[in-house]
C-alpha cells in the first residue's frame, strides 16, 4: 500500500494524479492476493473485496455487488468471446454518440430488454384488482391543457377517426376517488403525436390533455382513434431487433398518468383489441388485463349524446372505448413492498 508521500513523488506518480491530490488522498490497498481463473479465488472475488472495504454507501455496495456477480456469471456461461464483448461495447458507444432528447438509445434498450417493464413493476407493485401499469414512453410533456371532463382534445385538422372515451377511477373498495387527475396522451391516425410535427399545431397542444375526475371518479373526453407505429428503429437498438427477429412496431394505445392524493400514481397505456402486435410489443409494455374491445356506435343520436356535433363525424361511426382504472393507497403499496422484501 502506497503511502502519501508516495502517492506525491513525482518518481512514481505523474502531474495528473498528483494534481487530484491536492484536494482528495484516495484509500489504498495492498495487494495480498493473486486472482485467476479457476482458483478458489477470481477476479470477481476480487472486485467483490475490493468495493466491500472501499464503497462507503450500503445501498451502493448492495446494487453493484449484485451487478458484478450477476455480469461475471453471464460471461462465465456464454464463455464471452473478445470479439463479442467489442462488439457489445461498440454497440453502447454508438447508442451513446447516436442518442439525442428525443431518441435516447440506452432508453430504447432498456426498454426492449424488458428491464424497464421490470424496474416499474418492482417500484410500483399492485395489489390484485388493481390496474397494471407501464413505461410513460418518450412522448409526455408537462404543457398540457387542463380541461373539463367531457372536453374535445384533438383539434379540428387532427388525422383520425373519432373516437369516445369513458372511465372511472376507483379504489381498491370500489369506490370512486374525487379529485383524481388523469393525464392522456395519444398518437393520432397517422400514429404521430403532436410533438413529432415540426410545426405542432402552431405550438398548440393536441391530443393530449390533463382531466380533473368527477366526484364520482368517472371522466371521458373526446378524441381520434390512434394507430400503431414504430418506435426509433434507424440505430443501434434497432440493429438489435433485428439481429433478434423482431420488429419495432407499437400496438395503438392511450396513455395515461393518474395521480390522487393518498393514492400510488399510476402510469400506464390501455390498447384496443383489433390491434396487430399486441402479443410482440418491443418495449414489453402491453398486458391482457389493459387490451379492451371498442363498440363501433353509427348512431348519430348517440353521437350527440356524447357530444359531437353536426359534421364533426366525417366517416360516420364514433369508436367507444371503455376503462375502469383501480388505484392502490400509497398505505396498501408500501404494505405489498414490505410484503416482498420480507
Not at 450500503?58 to 464471452?80: D, P, Q, Y
Not at 353509427?298 to 357530444?307: I, L, V
Amino acid at each position: 500500500m502506497a503511502s502519501e508521500a508516495q502517492m506525491k513523488n513525482p518518481l512514481f506518480v505523474g502531474k495528473a494524479i498528483r494534481a487530484q491530490l491536492e484536494h482528495e488522498i484516495p484509500q489504498d490497498l495492498p495487494l495480498e492476493r493473486d486472482f485467476r481463473e479457476g482458483t478458489d479465488y477470481t477476479i470477481t472475488d476480487h472486485v467483490l473485496d475490493l468495493h466491500e472495504r472501499l464503497t462507503p454507501d450500503v445501498r451502493t455496495k448492495e446494487v453493484f455487488r449484485s451487478l458484478i456477480t450477476h455480469l461475471h456469471a453471464f460471461a462465465r456461461e456464454t464463455n464471452l468471446t473478445h470479439a463479442e464483448w467489442a462488439n457489445a461495447i461498440q454497440l453502447l458507444t454508438r447508442a451513446g454518440k447516436e442518442s439525442t432528447p428525443n431518441k435516447n438509445e440506452f432508453v430504447l434498450l432498456s426498454d426492449c430488454m424488458g428491464l424497464s417493464a421490470l424496474v416499474d413493476e418492482l417500484e410500483h407493485p399492485k395489489p390484485p384488482g388493481c390496474t397494471d401499469s407501464c413505461e410513460e414512453g418518450p412522448f409526455f410533456t408537462t404543457d398540457a391543457p387542463e380541461v373539463p371532463s367531457g372536453s374535445d382534445i384533438s383539434g379540428p385538422n387532427t388525422i383520425g377517426e373519432r373516437m369516445f372515451f369513458q372511465a372511472t377511477i376507483k379504489n381498491t373498495k370500489g369506490e370512486g376517488i374525487p379529485g383524481a387527475k388523469a393525464d392522456v396522451w395519444q398518437a393520432d391516425g397517422e400514429g404521430m403525436y403532436d410533438v413529432q410535427y415540426p410545426n405542432r399545431n402552431d405550438g398548440v397542444a393536441d391530443d393530449r390533455a390533463t382531466i380533473i375526475a368527477e366526484s364520482n371518479g368517472q371522466f371521458c373526453y373526446r378524441g381520434r382513434l390512434p394507430v400503431a407505429y414504430p418506435i426509433p428503429n434507424d440505430g443501434p437498438i434497432g440493429d438489435v431487433l433485428r439481429a433478434l427477429g423482431r420488429h419495432p412496431h407499437r400496438s395503438s394505445h392511450l396513455h395515461f398518468l393518474i395521480t390522487a392524493p393518498g393514492y400510488d400514481s399510476l402510469t400506464t397505456a390501455v390498447y384496443p383489441s383489433h390491434s396487430p402486435f399486441l402479443g410482440t410489443d418491443p418495449v414489453f409494455a402491453t398486458k391482457k388485463s389493459l387490451i379492451c374491445d371498442l363498440e363501433e356506435v353509427k348512431d348519430e343520436a348517440e353521437w350527440r349524446k356524447m357530444g359531437f356535433k353536426e359534421g364533426d363525424v366525417p366517416n360516420r361511426r364514433v369508436w367507444v372505448w371503455k376503462f375502469n382504472f383501480v388505484l392502490p393507497s400509497v398505505e396498501e403499496v408500501e404494505n405489498l413492498k414490505k410484503q416482498r422484501r420480507s
